[in-house]
């Protein structure tokens, strides 16, 4: 699929200032993993597994081990130096670390559905499956009966019986549902528009079912088949589901609730004198409709480690929040947020949320669980030893992971994918979510931002400075002070009067522009898009029924009701040229607090009883508003290209599904070592869940990084997939060019390496496009036998044939050293 | 891609069959992108045995068939000049018509016109109109009027720095002469200190003697009263504590007073924060804890910050949380102290560091400056309004309140001063007793002017000193922007530079320190403004102001490139070096010599 660079292509790129194409005989790869490091290349020694590390500008000098940043000075000058700016560097982290403002956002413990479900017991489920039948449609369906109690009056607190199939699709997939009965006055949620439609068309029809006893149960088990060499259990007593290897002692791969923690929450009549509100410091969320959680634990066999379940600013293996020598520790969050400075360690959710959990280890290989809600979920990764005193009878023989899923509301929509091979489980979710768009070749090179490029002047400025210093870029962007007054689809006039011509200057040496557009609308009568928004109802309700009036950059605000079609209908016209006044073909967008970042809301987004379209609580579809209105504009764009032009819309917030829409960033990170270290595993991960078009804000976007963390920034965004440099408005200009001609060369040197890569790049974008493959893999994607690679978060692969190692800490004196997996 | 590549090797395939008639010798399109001064140096390739030559880093050589392949060989570009095979190479155009240029090799073939003749597009995709004779004639046009300026500028530059040797002597000659004055001064003032307190010590003497002598009386009168009547002593404590009673019933009137000055107070606040404190009376009356607090912002932590929070409006919290990204809100709460200061400091700020220097002026003369400044500032503010860019001295003061010891202006000063003294020195014998009242005040009034005119005298000298002791370029070029102010209007903001001094920008009564001057950088280039007003959450402010050749003095296009570090161009006649006129002169001449020579082909 992939092909080497072409070392005759010696112009590789016929696009307009597209430059910088080396052509050096360096770039002939010569074997098939050709290590390429960030920027340093690094070379085999005799220690096979160990490789030492050298600046490329001196590797005159291979044989040394020490590694410079600064070749010119001496090793004397230079540890003074360091230790003076290590010095600095220390006390800037005392001072700024700590600005999360923890209290300010709901724990575990404080979330009550949260609480409750890690509370239960190990086999609290008392449920049976009943009446067990393969429908027409080829599904296998069955009524989950509560088990009679023999201890007590069954009659009591009796829950009708929940409706549960089994659907089995292509290339080892399992869908399992469990939905309440849906006669009632509210329906609970099920996510539209994430599923593909042509998924469906995959579906393997189930024609029966074996029948088998497992172990001394009492009563039958069901046994359908998956794909070649797998098939599922649904076992009765106790109620499980579980995929195995072929034949009744075949090895398991994944389960679910093999514990017993299933509970499912069904909606009620309040009773007398019962309070369903919930109260978060100033906030009070009315619960109109009352608890309607969903827990379960599901296990991974023959895994070492697991991954995925983005966003979070943690390692790319997942590490135990519960159980034996965790002390304290929260679940995994999935809540898209706006997080004010967030931490480089933490399991908090940040702006996005992938319910999709991959596990990988020696003996099985790997495997994958996924979850369509889009609710709040709260995600336990359980240490060995959890389960200690429940007697659990799981073959031993199998090492586990145990995880434990909370969500606050919808239902139970899983999918289970058996792989074995890493990129056969990213494949398998991609034909359930959908591969990345393809996107232009102008998307994938340099981009240039800040918050924000003043003026007209200002932009005329930075565009010729990166020509006048011989640095390739392809888009400059504009944050939200180019707007009149932060209403987006309009200009400052005073500081952009002539935009067309801005964007159509830039355009004439082939490059773009980026603006902003957000999903908060200024409640002001004077502006259109308020105007016909409120006119036709297209706002989000509060729970009283009438349009949600939140805070945001423009004050006073509304949001627009993403989750309808028609809607997003509308919205996607706003884009039309003639719509977009000042815009032009070269102009496409950037969609920002979009989770929906609400300034004056519980944990500054929006209140879960807002009402959405269909008499949706937001509730029920918070972590999947951003994705709605991320679909909305890159529908714009591709509407107002006539479908000929490949939209590009970054979005902060994201959900399964998002790659199909654009590209996505790590928020508002910070200039921080730890924050450049902790970007590489948040975009392996968004990578492993689909979403392959990710960067992190290169150089950090609160505060001024010093020069080296910069130049390293650069050096190792120039290998991650969405490459832009962006910075908040009070930090000092940090453009290139600005630290002196060593720096600058530097900095450019690491920018045309991408230049270099870009073919390569686009043909990865490509493969991630057909097969869902991410552009950036962590090392066990390529090595997945190498028991070494499953945790290495540091170092990654572009591609096959191309091993990345940054380097994230400043460089003492020491030497330096990467992982380089065997050749396969 | 293939076909670009073949295609290109088409092309070299062409020139290279072009190339077989001309052995031994090349024609410039073998060597595109070549300056014709380094031609000589891809000779030896056309030498009869197929020579190669070394890359000019010395690290390699290539051959004729290497040279401009498209494909780089020699790291530093040397074989491909005229291909972007090489990162690091260099493509030169000639731009008949108007001036070579050299770009980078990635310029060649991108699809965009780089060099006016159109030469660094080649292979057929792009077509550029040669536009070098347009072009050549706007830079020319552009050129001559630099050097019209520039020869002006020389002119006055000469003359200024003339005047600055004339007037730093003048003020070096001042110095010393002030220096000798303060030493007799100093003499005169100690003499009369000590004949001050002589006097004193006497009268204190005396007064101790007379108050013994009333004492003494008045004992005596009241052992008489005694014995008339009998025992008065307890009634007197009483009454003194009913006085003070007294004085407390009075204070609620006092009370009163303090009351109405601070309403006094918050209307001029009220009237300065304008719109601002009606929200602020909002927040007042509806139940919910007052504004919030200015450091809930980024570097705040803890409970009684979140607390907080959670007691404000809706409203509010949206603005609070808001700020934690922009900044603003609590920006605009410290702007709003700031105004209150300022509405004081404005005045004063001009004096601020002056004072500072002189901590002998005493409170009068202090005074006196803020009206001075304050009076001069709003003519200037008057000018200002018509005119985007002006300038003024900043300190007229220092002639107005020193003309009683101007030197210039009354040189007799000293010498009356020195007689009166001596007069009055021998006029009164302080150990005569009993002291003549009218001559102890005589005594003591000389001392107090002499002392006056003492400290005023070392004001002077410090001032002198550290106008010295400043750094006026090599030439003292600088010299006359020395206690000046420049001025420049832009939208709502005033930005005032004075150099050796400082810079503000003033918004209505509002003013902002964008540093102190600091010092000369790039070889008197650029001036130095540090240590301004500190911005929320960010740097102190700063100011660089670039130096540029022009007839007058005028500061002009200030930016604020960076948050709180502010950029200005500054013209000055002093940046019109005779060197730069040379080169600009110079480069005429290429290309004029250029011009006529196209203008036939043309």
């Known amino acids: ?818 992982y380089s997996p065997p050749y396969g | 891609m293939n076909n670009l590549f073949i295609f290109i090797t088409s092309i070299s395939l062409f020139f290279f069959i072009i190339n077989r008639s001309v052995v031994a010798s090349f024609s410039s399109n073998d060597l595109i992108g070549v300056a014709p001064q380094d031609e000589v140096y891809y000779k030896e390739l056309w030498s009869s045995g197929g020579g190669s030559v070394k890359c000019r880093d010395g690290s390699k050589s290539f051959t004729k068939a290497q040279l401009n392949d498209d494909f780089c060989d020699c790291f530093d570009g040397t074989d491909e000049p005229g291909t972007s095979a090489c990162p690091t190479g260099k493509f030169y155009c000639r731009n008949a018509g108007h001036s070579p240029l050299i770009v980078f090799s990635s310029r060649i073939n991108d699809g965009i016109c780089d060099c006016c003749d159109g030469s660094d597009e080649y292979d057929g995709k792009t077509n550029c109109t040669n536009t070098c004779w347009e072009a050549g004639k706007v830079a020319r046009d552009a050129l001559k009027q630099k050097i019209a300026t520039y020869q002006q500028g020389v002119t006055i530059r000469k003359h200024e720095t003339d005047e600055a040797k004339i007037s730093a002597a003048k003020d070096e000659a001042e110095l010393s002469k002030l220096k000798s004055e303060e030493k007799v001064l100093k003499g005169i003032v100690e003499k009369l200190k000590e004949h001050k307190e002589q006097i004193e010590k006497v009268l204190e003497k005396e007064r101790i003697q007379k108050e013994k002598e009333e004492k003494q009386k008045k004992e005596a009168e009241e052992s008489k009263l005694k014995e008339q009547k009998g025992e008065d002593k307890v009634d007197e404590p009483v009454k003194s504590d009913d006085d003070k009673a007294d004085i407390l019933d009075n204070s609620p009137a006092g009370q009163e007073h303090a009351e109405s000055a601070l309403e006094v107070v918050h209307n001029a606040h009220a009237s300065l924060d304008n719109g601002e404190e009606h929200s602020v009376m909002e927040e007042d009356t509806s139940e919910v804890a007052p504004v919030s607090d200015p450091d809930t912002g980024l570097g705040s932590k803890g409970e009684d910050a979140t607390k907080d929070i959670d007691s404000l409006s809706r409203e509010d919290l949206g603005r609070e949380i808001g700020s934690r990204w922009t900044g603003k809100k609590t920006e605009q709460q410290n702007h709003d102290v700031d105004d209150v200061k300022n509405d004081d400091r404005t005045s004063v700020d001009v004096q601020d560091e002056e004072s500072n220097g002189y901590d002998t002026e005493t409170e009068e003369d202090h005074q006196n400056y803020e009206d001075d400044t304050e009076d001069h500032m709003d003519d200037v503010a008057d000018e200002a309004n018509d005119d985007s860019s002006s300038s003024y001295n900043y300190e007229p003061d220092e002639e107005v309140d020193m003309s009683d010891i101007e030197s210039e202006s009354n040189p007799s000063w000293f010498e009356k001063i020195k007689k009166t003294v001596r007069d009055v020195l021998q006029a009164i014998n302080p150990l005569q007793t009993p002291v003549d009242t009218s001559e102890a005040e005589t005594v003591r009034k000389e001392y107090d002017e002499a002392n006056g005119k003492l400290l005023k005298l070392r004001s002077k000298i410090s001032r002198l000193t550290k106008k010295l002791k400043s750094d006026f370029g090599p030439e003292k070029e600088f010299y006359s922007l020395y206690g000046q102010c420049f001025e420049s209007k832009q939208n709502k903001y005033v930005y005032k530079v004075c150099p050796f001094k400082q810079a503000t920008q003033e918004e209505g009564y509002s003013t902002t320190r964008l540093g102190n001057w600091k010092n000369f950088e790039e070889s008197y280039s650029v001036m130095l403004f540090e240590n301004g007003d500190n911005c929320w959450n960010g740097p102190d402010r700063s100011l660089k102001v670039r130096l540029r050749c022009g007839l007058k003095v005028e500061v002009a296009d200030v930016n604020e490139p960076s948050r709180c570090e502010y950029a200005a161009t500054l013209t000055t006649p002093a940046l019109c070096l005779e060197g730069k006129l040379k080169e600009l002169k110079d480069e005429l001449e290429v290309l004029d010599k250029q011009q006529p020579q196209i203008h036939d082909e043309l």
């Not at chain 1, 098939?32 to 030492?52: A, D, I, W």
């Not at chain 1, 994918?417 to 890493?422: D, M, W």
């Not at chain 1, 603006?515 to 259109?528: A, F, L, N, S």
């Open chain 1, 1 to 818: 699929m992939i092909t080497n660079l072409n070392p005759n292509a010696n112009t590789l790129i016929n696009s307009k200032r597209f430059r910088t194409i080396l052509n050096c005989k360096k770039l002939k790869t010569k074997s098939p993993h050709q290590t390429l490091t960030s920027p340093l290349f690094s070379t085999p020694q005799k220690n096979k597994e160990k490789t030492y590390l050298f600046h490329h500008f001196t590797h005159k000098n291979p044989n040394s081990y020490s590694y410079y940043y600064d070749h010119n000075n001496t090793t004397m000058k230079k540890s003074i130096h360091y230790l003076i700016y290590l010095t600095l560097f220390l006390s800037y982290l005392t001072t700024t670390t700590h600005s999360w403002k923890k209290e300010e956002f709901r724990n575990c413990n404080q979330t009550p559905f949260c609480k409750r479900a890690r509370s239960r017991h190990p086999h609290s489920c008392n449920l049976i499956p009943s009446d067990v039948t393969i429908t027409n449609n080829g599904d296998l369906v069955a009524k989950l009966k509560t088990k009679p109690n023999p201890d007590q009056d069954s009659s009591d607190d009796h829950n009708p019986d929940l409706e549960f199939s089994l659907s089995v699709y292509k290339d080892g997939i399992l869908r399992v549902k469990i939905h309440e009965n849906q006669e009632k006055d509210k329906k609970r949620f099920e996510v539209p528009d994430v599923v593909l439609d042509e998924f469906e068309s995959q579906k393997l029809w189930l024609q029966r079912f074996k029948k088998e006893v497992i172990g001394d149960d009492l009563l039958e088990s069901f046994v359908v088949y998956l794909s070649d060499g797998y098939e599922v259990v649904l076992r009765s007593d106790p109620f499980e589901v579980f995929v195995r290897e072929q034949g009744s002692g075949g090895a398991r791969i994944l389960s679910f609730n093999s514990h017993g923690l299933f509970d499912f929450e069904q909606l009620r009549v309040k009773k007398e004198g019962e309070d369903w509100e919930e109260r978060f410091r100033s906030h009070t969320d009315s619960r109109p409709y009352g608890p309607q959680s969903i827990s379960f634990d599901v296990s991974f066999y023959g895994a070492d480690f697991v991954y995925g379940i983005p966003e979070h600013a943690t390692s790319l293996a997942l590490k135990p929040t519960s159980g034996p020598g965790v002390e304290e520790s929260e679940p995994y969050r999935l809540f898209n947020l706006d997080v004010f400075e967030y931490l480089a360690e933490s399991p908090f959710g940040l702006y996005g949320s992938i319910p999709f959990m991959l596990s990988h280890g020696k003996s099985h290989g790997t495997s994958g669980f996924f979850w369509l809600n889009a609710a709040e979920m709260q995600i336990d990764v359980l240490g060995s030893g959890w389960d200690a005193e429940s007697k659990i009878a799981l073959p031993s023989d199998q090492k586990r992971i145990d995880t434990l899923w909370m969500s606050e509301a919808g239902i139970v929509d899983a999918f289970f994918f058996v792989g074995p091979k890493p990129k056969d489980v990213v494949k398998q979710y991609a034909s359930v979510t959908g591969t990345s768009a393809m996107p232009q070749l102008f998307a994938t090179g340099y981009h240039q931002c800040r918050w924000n490029y003043k003026d007209e002047e200002d932009v005329k400025n930075v565009d010729s400075k990166f020509d006048e210093h011989d640095i390739p870029y392809d888009v400059l962007w504009l944050d939200i002070e180019h707007t009149d007054g932060k209403r987006y689809f309009t200009w400052d006039r005073t500081l952009f009067p002539n935009p067309e011509q801005m964007q159509n200057d830039l355009a004439s040496r082939g490059r773009r522009m980026v603006t902003i557009v957000d999903p908060h609308i200024k409640r002001d009568e004077g502006y259109h898009i308020h105007k016909e928004a409120s006119k036709n109802g297209y706002y989000v309700k509060d729970a009283s029924g009438k349009d949600y009036d939140g805070w945001c950059w423009p004050g006073s605000s509304s949001y627009i009701d993403m989750v309808n079609p028609d809607i997003r209908s509308w919205w996607a016209d706003k884009f039309a040229l003639s719509e977009y006044v000042g815009s032009t073909p070269s102009l496409y967008i950037w969609n920002d607090m979009n989770e929906p970042s609400v300034f004056n809301g519980p944990e500054v987004t929006m209140p879960r009883d807002a009402l959405h379209y269909g008499n949706v609580e937001h509730r029920e579809l918070h972590n999947a508003y951003g994705y709605y209105f991320h679909m909305a504009t890159s529908d714009g764009l591709l509407k107002r290209g006539g479908g000929n032009d490949r939209p590009f819309v970054l979005s902060r917030a994201f959900f399964p599904g998002t790659q199909r829409y654009g590209t996505v960033w790590t928020g508002d990170n910070t200039a921080e070592w730890e924050q450049l270290r902790v970007s590489i595993p948040m975009i392996l991960t968004l990578g492993l869940t689909g979403i392959t078009f990710s960067g992190a804000d290169v150089g950090g976007f609160f505060g001024n990084p010093d020069t080296e963390l910069l130049v390293r920034w650069y050096q190792v965004a120039a290998y991650l997939p969405f490459f832009r440099g962006h910075a908040h408005h009070d930090t000092k200009r940090r453009e290139p060019w600005l630290f002196g001609e060593r720096n600058t060369q530097l900095m450019r040197d690491a920018i045309r390496v991408r230049y270099t890569l870009l073919p390569y790049f686009y043909t990865l974008f490509r493969e991630a496009n057909v097969t869902g493959v991410p552009v950036a893999r962590p090392l066990w994607m390529e090595f997945p036998e190498d028991e070494a690679t499953y945790s290495n978060d540091e170092a990654f692969m572009v591609g096959n044939g191309l091993l990345v190692q940054g380097v994230y800490t400043q460089v003492l004196l020491f030497s330096f050293m990467t």
